[in-house]
């Protein structure tokens, strides 16, 4: 199935190591958080997942199969961006229909997948608009429409959310955790570097940490629920990060 599994996982940018033989599994339909201090490594890691950016060492495997050199668009695996990344010139409609229509998908069936999407996410009046005519969070919510149209097997989130204000942030943040729960079977993986939405969220926390020298790479300071790395943290680092009780 889609289950996604890591091993030994290794990025050089040149020969800057950024993240070092990184172990991890995410079951099929799990909510994995990738939680970490800003610079450690989430995005590449995720980029990585996406087949975005290359892997420098390891093994990326999801549903079984290897994945190292396998382009983005065979992956079925859909990314939502911090900064939305939509079309400017291009309609709400548009906008979600794009990755559809280069993938030859009937048009009956774009039209039903983009309608069906904009319902759950309740932006079907916005569907003629420009993104420029939107708010903060209509964006952030085509973004989504646009990764669930595809029906992937796997969602990744980078920072999906850091853009919107405290109130809707919150309001987003159920909503995604809404949708996991009641219109996909998908795996999802999450990135942020806020701990509250981490604990929020996810079904399982994974704490990436940056090296303490420029040329220490980032790591995985420990894995596990969230009110495990809470109760139990592994070290200081995972205390401090998390605030756990003293
Ligand atoms: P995070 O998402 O956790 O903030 P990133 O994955 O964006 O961290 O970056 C991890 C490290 O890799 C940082 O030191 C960053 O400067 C570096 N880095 C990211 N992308 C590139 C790139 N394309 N070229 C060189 N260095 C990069
Ligand atoms: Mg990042």
Redesign the pocket.
Known sequence: MTSITLAGVTKKFGNQPVLAGIDLSIADGEFCVFLGP?GCG??TLLRMIAGIETITAGELQIGGQTMNDVPPAERRVAMVF?NYALYPHMSVFENMAFGLRQAKTPKAEIDQRVREAARILQIEPLLERLPRQLSGGQRQRVAIGRAIVRKPDVFLF??PLSNLDAALRVHMRTEIANLHRDFSQASVIY?THDQTEAMALADKIVLLRAGADILTKGSIAQIGAPLELYHRPKNLFVAGFLGSPT
Do not use: L
């Open positions: 800003s989430k995005s911090q980078d920072e990135v």
